[in-house]
């Protein structure tokens, strides 16, 4: 989507329900931009392989807990989000490939998610 959703969305699932603590990480950080998920492509293939329409949508369902490229791409929207990126420049940046400089292990430990 190009755009904001014009609809609350559902929240994304709950992270505790998660036992990798990376999960847990990227659930949290995807539940406070998923109007900005919303807005990102994902490019794992969910799209095709499991209908999704967008990023949040890998995060409404349990899709991300077992993806890398999900977390990746939600991380980077989390943290382009803090820093003040606007949706569509986070979404040119996913598309260039910025997403894959994340690494996964970082988030490994519990981080406190505001």
Request: contains cysteine; aromatic residues 8%.
């Amino acid at each position: 989507h190009s755009a904001p959703p014009t609809k609350p969305l559902g929240n994304t699932l709950d992270p505790k329900q998660f036992n990798d603590v990376a999960t847990q990480n990227a659930y949290a950080m995807a539940a406070q931009v998923k109007n900005v998920l919303y807005q990102e492509p994902c490019f794992c293939g969910c799209d095709a392989n499991d209908g999704h329409h967008s990023l949040y949508d890998c995060f409404a369902t349990d899709h991300g807990a077992s993806c890398d490229t999900c977390q990746a791409e939600a991380i980077y929207s989390y943290e382009q989000t803090r820093k003040g990126q606007t949706p569509a420049r986070i979404r040119k940046e996913i598309i260039d490939g910025e997403y894959k400089k994340v690494d996964l292990r970082e988030y490994a430990t519990l981080k406190e998610i505001r």
